[in-house]
Each structure stands twice: as structure tokens, then as C-alpha cells.
């Protein structure tokens, strides 16, 4: 029995999330304020809210087209009514008037997000070049001349191992002499090309300081855009817990919205 009864309340909570869900979506279809545009905010939640209760209120019918003859008898027109529905708003949407309306100052913002993005990431681009430039010259180093050294090559489908003293270039610095051996260049597997190519082995420094500096500045660049995000949103939280909605590209009060759609509707 008892659980009959808890399956019969899971069915009831799921049913009653679907009506609210579907509550939501007509109200969007029918909505002439957001069009085809799905509420994505709670501002966008609240400008819905609001015109679903001046069309209850005056009796409009939202889902006509622009025409004025359908709503003849409609009492949107009627001031009394109008006062009714900004009423009944500011009922459903109190508005915290000992919280003032927050704006944030984007270049403000960016200056103070600068300031502890340099804190935490302090290095400059010229610390950078130096700092991952030494770091490549520990990690690319060439062989010494006179030093004896292993070396692997390539020669059709073979690899072959010569083992021996490494004296340099050949004189037209297109191969290497180890021992009594001559190698090309060309013939170098990659990561002996580091070691007895200086052209191969300055790309490879290159690349890799370049690769890490911009690894670096682009950790910075994240670091600072969380931060700016995490700002605005902050910004638009207060606003929206203290009674304000984000509607039209600005910040209004739930009365100002109401008037807005209230002219919208009286001009349909």
C-alpha cells in the first residue's frame, strides 16, 4: 500500500512539472513581446509573466493579428485598468526600493580585472621570451664538436646506428661526419635533427618559445574574461533579486515594462 501511494505521488510531481512546462511554452508561443526568441533569463521569465497579466486583466486577445477591430471592447484602453494591471505587477514584482539599481562600468571592470590578472600572471612578453628561450636552449642542445656521439639515419627503407666522434659538417654543411662516416642531412631521423641541424634545431626553439608564450597569454586572457563574466553576472543577479528586469537593452522597473507592453498592445 505504501508504495502504491509513493508511485502515485512520483506520477502527480511529474505531471505537475509537465502542466508547468507547458504553461511556460504557450505562454511563449502566444507571447508578441519575445516573438520567436525562448526566455533564456529570469528577466525573460518575468516580461512573460507580466504580459500574460495585462492580457488576463484587459481582456486582450494576444494571439489576433494587428487588428484593431478585435479588440474594440478590449478595456487595455481603459486607465483604470491599466492601474489594475501595473497594481497586480508590482504585487507579483516587488521592487527593493532600498536597493539601488546596480550598473557596472565595463572599462572599470577591465582596469580592476587587469590589475589582479597582472598579479597572478606577472610576466611580461620580454620575461617570457626570456624565460622560455633559456628553457629551449636546455631542451634543443647540439652536439659538441669532438664529443662522441650515437647517431641514427635513414637510407631508403633502412635505418642504420653509427657510433663514433662528431666533427661537424661536411664542407658543403649539407651532412654531418661522424667518425669516418658522412651523413646528409636530409638523412637524419627528427629527433637527431636537433641535435646536428642548427636550421632544424633554431624552427624547433622557435616554435616552441612561441608556443608557450602564447599558452601563457592565453591562460591570462581566460583568467581576466572569467573574471569580467563573473562581474556582470554578479552585477545582474543584485539587480534581479532587488526587482529589476533586464528588458530591452537596459535595466527598468517591472512598472516601466508594464507600461511598455501595455503600449505595445494598445497600438496593435
Known amino acids: 500500500m505504501k508504495k502504491k501511494r509513493i508511485f502515485i505521488n512520483l506520477i502527480l510531481s511529474l505531471c505537475f512539472v509537465a502542466i508547468t512546462a507547458n504553461d511556460l511554452s504557450a505562454a511563449q508561443a502566444k507571447s508578441n513581446i519575445l516573438g520567436n526568441r525562448k526566455p533564456t533569463t529570469d528577466s525573460d521569465i518575468a516580461i512573460l509573466e507580466i504580459e500574460k497579466i495585462v492580457i488576463s486583466v484587459s481582456g486582450f486577445k494576444a494571439t489576433e493579428k494587428a487588428d484593431k477591430g478585435a479588440n474594440k471592447d478590449a478595456d487595455i484602453f481603459n486607465s483604470k485598468i491599466q492601474n489594475e494591471i501595473i497594481q497586480q505587477v508590482e504585487a507579483r514584482f516587488p521592487l527593493n526600493t532600498n536597493s539601488k539599481l546596480e550598473k557596472f562600468n565595463l572599462a572599470e571592470i577591465e582596469k580592476k580585472t ?118 556582470v553576472k554578479a552585477t545582474e543577479e543584485n539587480n534581479e533579486e532587488a526587482g529589476y528586469i533586464y528588458a530591452w537593452q537596459k535595466w527598468r522597473t517591472p512598472k516601466e515594462v508594464t507600461e511598455i507592453i501595455i503600449k505595445h498592445y494598445r497600438n496593435k
Open 114 to 231: 587587469d590589475l589582479e590578472g597582472n598579479k597572478k600572471y606577472p610576466l611580461t612578453r620580454e620575461n617570457l621570451q626570456k624565460k622560455y628561450a633559456a628553457q629551449a636552449d636546455e631542451k634543443f642542445k647540439a652536439a659538441q664538436i669532438h664529443s662522441k656521439v650515437t647517431v641514427e639515419y635513414q637510407q631508403g627503407p633502412y635505418v642504420h646506428k653509427v657510433t663514433g666522434t662528431y666533427y661537424g659538417y661536411t664542407n658543403g654543411y649539407d651532412g654531418i661526419r661522424v667518425g669516418r662516416t658522412v651523413i646528409p642531412l636530409i638523412d637524419l631521423l627528427p629527433n637527431e635533427k636537433t641535435r646536428f641541424d642548427n636550421k632544424f634545431r633554431k624552427l624547433k626553439k622557435e616554435s616552441f618559445i612561441n608556443k608557450n608564450i602564447a599558452e601563457y597569454l592565453s591562460t591570462k586572457r581566460t583568467f581576466a574574461v572569467k573574471k569580467i563574466k563573473a562581474s
